[in-house]
């Protein structure tokens, strides 16, 4: 017996998904307060980032008929819901908040992730590409610091004359658009990056090629023990890579990103679908795309497990991912 559920229920819970429990103890390696102690934490970090132990794919799209791997664009609304702070000297957050992965692969070809790793009160964020064989940062990463007008070290590529604005500022409980986009993806993908319609990631060439098997592939966004909650509104996909006036143009509408001829994917994540197969088994969750592939039989992202309300989004209705493991609590 098949029954759906349409709405923005809060309540509603699906199908858990396999997460692992425990976290990483390469966290405990880390120790802020020492400069001495930078080197081994960038070990550390690598580690980390290639190893992503007990995360978890909380929402899930599939690839296949909903990326092009030639060139494109990756848009969201986000709102994180913690930020750097400079009094917490041992806070430390270093989050994945998606990635590209290919199916039954230990490591994703590509993830952005945003940490606190190197400075507590910095934001980095920093698009890890994996590849077939070789691990790369995407040059450097972005860095928002907690105060515009705070001093930037050399190492962070902030002193005057350098390469990249400080600003936009990234604050806890607002919405911020970011949009990346890519080209040459089948040979050495380059990578721009854009927060609030402006760039803050200069095009960068990368050695590792981000696709294999597209069908078998997943854009999931993450959640993990300790992960901050972030808050997930308007994802779009595009078969081109948008001009950085287009995308200007976008945040300064005041409008979501709408459907295009060069649209393949558009969930505005406002409605929840829940669907329950057969008595006894668990229902299944996921979000109501208005435009996606559906060459499985897919309406949207998936929704995987507990770590997942609805939230007020930017536009009408998003989906939060919280840290916590419910399972767990
Ligand atoms: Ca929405």
């Known amino acids: 017996m098949m029954r759906t559920i349409v709405g923005s229920l809060p309540d509603i819970r699906c199908e858990s998904s396999p997460l692992a429990a425990s976290h990483t103890p390469l966290l405990g390696l880390l120790d802020l307060r020492s400069r001495k102690r930078q080197n081994s934490n960038i070990i550390a970090l690598l580690l980390l980032v290639t190893a992503p132990i007990g995360y978890a794919q909380v929402i899930e799209y599939p690839l296949g008929g909903n990326i092009r791997a030639e060139q494109g664009t990756l848009e969201m609304w986000f709102k994180l819901a913690a930020e750097p702070d400079p009094s917490q000297k041992q806070s430390l957050h270093y989050f994945p908040m998606f990635w590209f992965k290919q199916t039954g692969e230990d490591r994703p070809r590509a993830s952005l992730n945003y940490q606190t790793v190197w400075k507590p009160d910095h934001f980095h964020f920093n698009w890890n590409s994996t590849g077939r064989a070789i691990g790369e940062f995407a040059s450097d990463a972005y860095i928002a610091t907690a105060e515009e007008t705070q001093a930037a070290t ?12 400080r600003t ?43 696709w294999d098997d597209l069908d078998t592939m997943v854009l999931a966004m993450l959640g993990a023990p300790y992960h901050d909650n972030y808050a997930l509104d308007e994802l779009r996909l595009s078969s081109t890579a948008r001009a950085p006036e287009e995308i200007a143009q976008i945040h300064a509408s005041g409008k979501p990103p709408a459907g295009d001829m060069h649209t393949l994917l558009l969930d505005h994540l406002d409605t929840i679908d829940r669907q329950e197969p057969e008595a006894g088994k668990p229902p299944v969750c996921s979000t109501v795309a208005e435009q996606i592939s559906g060459f499985t039989g897919e309406k949207g992202g998936r929704l995987n497990g507990l770590n997942w309300d609805v939230t007020d989004g930017r536009f009408g209705k998003a989906v939060v991912i919280t840290g916590a493991n419910r399972e767990h609590k």
Do not use: C, E
């Open 154 to 165: 050399k190492a962070d590529a902030l002193s005057p004359g350098g390469r990249y604005p």
């Open 168 to 210: 936009p500022r990234l604050k806890k409980d607002d919405w911020h658009y970011l949009a990346i986009t890519w080209t040459d993806g089948l040979t050495k993908p380059k990578y721009s990056m854009f927060l609030d319609g402006r760039q803050v990631l200069l095009t960068a060439t990368l050695n590792a090629v981000w």
